[in-house]
């Protein structure tokens, strides 16, 4: 049994629910400081939220998983076993609750173990995590570098998952290799019917994809990591090829398909992706920053830089039910925070 520990955490005004929220905003609304929700953390990766109110928050290294309330404040839910970080990328990432928690009450995790990198589930009942896991996929390819780890529940329901080449890019070519891919997934971890090759690969040619959404159109979107040249925002269309190892961005002659925008890695690094006002948002590592893409209308493709140099290196954004975004920094030291971003 792990220690239930109370966080320190800053204060900020409860959520307003209104149905209206997430339309109420303008396109060209400024997202601003809303509240620091948690502080303390050590690299935070995954974040998905409960019915209920509130996140689930997955701590890279230390394999802990955080409840984050909607108000401020964190509490220690457990510890997901036989998380591996060897001081790289790898270790605790992705989480994804189920569409149908109030049932079945899974969570789901994407994690390097010291020999893959797999996608478990593990119940959470009474504010904790509950037994063991139950691993629905082993067997993707880890390394230090290059893990993927996104996770992305559609209501259908199907399971998005993010993979990266494990720094063997041929991998990403092969339609045979979990490596360098988006997998769709039956939520027990099995192919998704009418995937398009037959197994669980939903689209290939990635180098590493860290960032997967749905946006309220249904269009599926990911964010990848380049490698010299160009980070990249994907529309994801099943069967697609991405291009890596062959091109990095736009392709001017392969037949690959292209992003819908491309920065040069040291502008961005995009690693969390989520929707919002017709806008993705994207979390940038080296960037420092929020970006916004306009993904719809007469500034589409449109780039804004937010809160540059504010808060160092950005993993994650989600919006929250209530029309905010929620942030997670990536600054390591402890010093990792949970913000709130409104609009106005
Ligand atoms: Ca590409």
Same mark, same amino acid.
């Given at each position: 049994?792990?220690?239930?520990?109370?966080?320190?955490?800053?204060?900020?005004a409860?959520?307003?629910?209104?149905?209206?929220?997430?339309?109420?905003?303008?396109?060209?609304?400024?997202?601003?400081?809303?509240g620091?929700?948690?502080?303390?953390?050590?690299?935070p990766w995954?974040?998905?939220?409960?019915?209920?109110?509130?996140?689930l928050?997955?701590?890279?290294?230390?394999?802990?998983?955080?409840?984050?309330?909607?108000?401020?404040?964190? @509490?220690?839910?457990?510890?997901?076993?036989?998380?591996?970080?060897?001081?790289?990328?790898?270790?605790?990432?992705?989480?994804?609750v189920?569409?149908t928690?109030?049932?079945?009450?899974?969570?789901?995790?994407?994690?390097? @173990?010291?020999?893959?990198?797999?996608?478990?589930?593990?119940?959470y009942?009474?504010?904790?995590?509950?037994?063991?896991?139950?691993?629905?996929?082993?067997?993707?390819?880890?390394? *230090?570098?290059?893990?993927?780890?996104?996770?992305?529940?559609? *209501?259908?329901?199907?399971?998005?998952?993010?993979t990266?080449?494990?720094?063997?890019?041929?991998?990403?070519?092969?339609?045979?290799?979990?490596?360098?891919?988006?997998?769709?997934?039956?939520?027990?971890?099995?192919?998704?019917?009418?995937?398009?090759?037959?197994?669980?690969v939903?689209s290939?040619g990635h180098?590493?994809?860290?960032g997967? @959404?749905?946006?309220?159109?249904?269009?599926?979107?990911a964010?990848?990591?380049g490698?010299?040249?160009?980070?990249?925002?994907?529309?994801?269309?099943?069967?697609?090829?991405?291009?890596?190892?062959?091109?990095?961005? @736009?392709?001017?002659?392969?037949?690959?398909?292209?992003?819908?925008?491309?920065?040069?890695?040291?502008?961005?690094?995009?690693?969390?992706?989520?929707?919002?006002?017709?806008?993705?948002?994207?979390g940038?590592?080296?960037?420092?920053?929020?970006?916004?893409?306009?993904?719809?209308?007469?500034?589409?493709?449109?780039?804004?830089?937010?809160?540059?140099?504010?808060?160092?290196?950005?993993?994650?954004?989600k919006?929250a039910?209530?029309?905010?975004?929620?942030?997670?920094?990536?600054?390591?030291?402890?010093?990792?925070?949970?913000?709130?971003?409104?609009?106005?």
């Amino acid at each position: 049994m792990e220690r239930r520990t109370v966080l320190k955490a800053g204060l900020v005004a409860p959520a307003a629910v209104t149905g209206s929220a997430l339309a109420a905003a303008p396109a060209d609304a400024r997202p601003r400081l809303g509240g620091t929700l948690a502080t303390g953390l050590d690299y935070p990766w995954g974040l998905d939220f409960l019915p209920g109110g509130g996140a689930l928050v997955s701590e890279r290294n230390s394999g802990r998983v955080l409840h984050v309330r909607p108000g401020g404040g964190a @509490t220690v839910a457990g510890v997901v076993p036989d998380v591996h970080n060897d001081g790289g990328e790898g270790g605790l990432m992705g989480v994804a609750v189920s569409p149908t928690f109030s049932r079945d009450r899974w969570v789901y995790f994407f994690l390097t @173990t010291p020999s893959d990198n797999r996608i478990v589930r593990i119940r959470y009942v009474d504010g904790r995590l509950s037994g063991a896991p139950h691993p629905i996929l082993t067997g993707i390819p880890s390394d *230090s570098t290059h893990n993927g780890g996104g996770l992305w529940f559609t *209501s259908y329901p199907s399971l998005f998952a993010t993979t990266g080449d494990t720094r063997n890019s041929a991998l990403a070519q092969n339609k045979g290799s979990l490596a360098g891919k988006v997998l769709r997934l039956k939520p027990d971890g099995t192919a998704q019917r009418g995937n398009p090759f037959g197994n669980r690969v939903y689209s290939f040619g990635h180098r590493n994809v860290e960032g997967i @959404t749905v946006d309220a159109s249904g269009r599926l979107w990911a964010s990848e990591l380049g490698e010299n040249t160009w980070d990249e925002l994907n529309r994801i269309l099943p069967g697609r090829n991405y291009g890596w190892p062959r091109v990095e961005g @736009t392709d001017r002659a392969g037949g690959f398909r292209d992003p819908l925008v491309q920065w040069h890695p040291a502008d961005c690094s995009p690693s969390g992706v989520t929707t919002l006002h017709g806008r993705a948002w994207v979390g940038a590592l080296r960037g420092e920053c929020l970006w916004s893409v306009d993904i719809d209308g007469r500034g589409l493709r449109r780039k804004t830089r937010y809160f540059h140099g504010t808060f160092g290196r950005i993993r994650n954004v989600k919006r929250a039910p209530d029309g905010s975004l929620w942030l997670t920094t990536s600054n390591g030291g402890g010093t990792d925070k949970v913000l709130r971003v409104t609009f106005g």
